[in-house]
């Protein structure tokens, strides 16, 4: 029976490119001499990862995240991977951090709504949630070509990729 998982995987080496060359950026700008101005990306496991921007101002933490979201935008690396919700915390003195969560995997809640998506389209495939991905199966390839495009539609708050297509 063909199927496809639904995944939601950020390319790490583009991300860790934007990352080295938004530090490169920083260290150039004027504006930023002088200044404790960096973005870091750390691994927590192998799924969590986060980027932390340091400033020395609110201004300043705008400013970073602007040259990061720039830097990541040249590398095709989709900007909803990232969960700018977060406001900055403060440090010793007049330092500033932001820590910003990259998403990896689609959560339950996701995985559900994906499913749900599947089921009203009518379309004659099965959507099943097995980790951090969706297992999308039909008796057809055109179904599940339709089934991608749907959910391209769909879930629109999501980068979702495709991959492991079985024939």
């Not at 496809?4 to 930023?32: H, S, W």
């Not at 004659?124 to 097995?130: D, E, P, T, W, Y």
């Amino acid at each position: 029976m063909p199927s496809f998982d639904t995944v939601l995987e950020p390319n790490l080496v583009e991300l860790r490119n934007a990352v080295d060359q938004a530090n490169k950026e920083i260290g150039n700008r004027f504006d930023f001499k002088g200044s404790s101005a960096k973005v870091e990306l750390t691994e927590k496991s192998a799924k969590e990862r986060e980027l932390v921007l340091y400033a020395d101002s609110d201004f300043q933490v705008d400013q970073v995240r602007d040259v990061l979201l720039a830097r990541l935008a040249k590398r095709d690396v989709d900007v909803r991977f990232l969960d700018l919700s977060a406001k900055p915390q403060k440090l010793g003195g007049d330092k500033l951090k932001l820590v910003v969560k990259v998403k990896a995997g689609i959560d339950a809640e996701h995985g559900k709504k994906i499913q749900q998506a599947l089921k009203a389209s009518k379309l004659k495939v099965q959507g099943a949630i097995q980790g951090d991905a969706v297992r999308v199966s039909g008796a057809k390839k055109d179904d599940l070509q339709a089934a991608m495009a749907l959910l391209r539609k769909e879930i629109a708050d999501l980068p979702l990729t495709f991959n492991n297509f079985r024939d």
